[in-house]
């Protein structure tokens, strides 16, 4: 089987970014190369678990990190999950794996403050694309929206009677995000915006880019660490951030968690607890001026 089919399986019936789905296939064709030089070229659909362990201490023996090297790990093993399925091979050899051990990783929140920044300090609306950067920043911090859900919002997914937006998540399971007020007067504007626009190629598409075509990932990006970058003195400022900061100021502010994981998308509640760590502080201090024991 090819790389090439299995590069096709993450982005059609996976429904993974492209940018997902290079670092998949860079991952396997670093894996190839390990067998190149070691293993006289074999075919990484003939390996077993052995050859995959000498590849783990190499990587480990270069300075590579536990994280990144269960990301590699998790590449080559939906590969023999994807050979399994297409009954290419018999056995997966990752079958018995564990994963190395890895620190928790405390990704910060942008603060209230720093969006208020950027929000009402940072960007002049003067143009199309200034009108379109910040309403891609309001979007991220209302809904907590994925990136390449961003980038693949049709204009047929926004409802502003209704005050909502439709999201197409992974694995193409859909949700519904309410709209603030606020956001429906910031999305109408846009849209007034993006339809005087000379030329429009993706017409189904919510977000362009000023030449008429769809929005990427990249430049999704750029433009939230553009902004972020000068308000905020975080390393990293990125998409994702905004998300994470959506999570924790609703938690904060004693959101639901189940409520939360729904808003998000996520299918499991754990994957929704990564962001709790950050509202604990805010929970000492309720707990410490309501707990009766502490009056005394």
Same mark, same amino acid.
């Given at each position: ?161 209704? %005050?909502?937006?439709?999201? @197409?998540?992974? *694995?193409?399971?859909?949700? #519904?995000?309410?709209?603030? &007020? /606020?956001?429906? +007067? ?27 075509? %769809?929005?990427?990932?990249? @430049?999704?990006? *750029?433009?939230?660490?553009? #902004?972020?970058?000068?308000? &905020? /003195?975080?390393? +990293? ?60």
């Amino acid at each position: 089987m090819s790389l090439k089919a299995f590069s096709e399986y993450l982005a059609l019936e996976k429904n993974y970014s492209k940018h997902t789905v290079l670092a998949y296939i860079r991952d396997l064709e670093m894996f190839q190369e390990f067998l190149n030089e070691n293993h006289d070229s074999e075919p990484i659909e003939n390996v077993d678990y052995s050859e995959i362990r000498q590849w783990i201490v190499e990587l480990v023996n270069s300075g590579v990190s536990n994280r990144t090297i269960n990301r590699k790990v998790s590449s080559l093993n939906s590969y023999y999950k994807f050979l399994q399925k297409a009954q290419q091979i018999e056995t997966n050899p990752l079958r018995k794996h564990k994963a190395l051990k890895v620190g928790k990783k405390v990704q910060l929140p942008f603060s209230e403050d720093e969006l208020k920044r950027v929000l009402e300090d940072s960007i002049e609306v003067i143009d199309f694309e200034s009108v379109r950067d910040k309403l891609i920043i309001e979007l991220f911090y209302a809904t907590g929206i994925r990136r390449i859900e961003l980038v693949n919002m049709k204009l047929s997914d926004v409802d502003l009677s209704k %005050k909502q937006i439709k999201v @197409l998540g992974k *694995r193409n399971k859909e949700r #519904y995000m309410p709209l603030l &007020s /606020s956001l429906v +007067k910031s999305l109408d504007t846009y849209l007034s915006y993006r339809n005087s626009l000379p030329e429009i190629t993706d017409k189904e598409y919510l977000f362009l880019t000023k030449k008429g075509v %769809k929005i990427y990932e990249m @430049l999704v990006y *750029r433009i939230i660490n553009k #902004y972020f970058s000068v308000a &905020s /003195s975080k390393a +990293k400022c990125s998409p994702h951030v905004l998300r994470h900061s959506f999570a924790t100021h609703l938690l904060n502010e004693g959101a639901d968690l189940n409520a939360v994981k729904e808003l998000l998308g996520h299918t499991s509640l754990a994957a929704t607890q990564v962001y709790t760590h950050n509202s604990i502080s805010e929970l000492k201090k309720v707990y410490a001026k309501t707990h009766p024991r502490n009056k005394r």
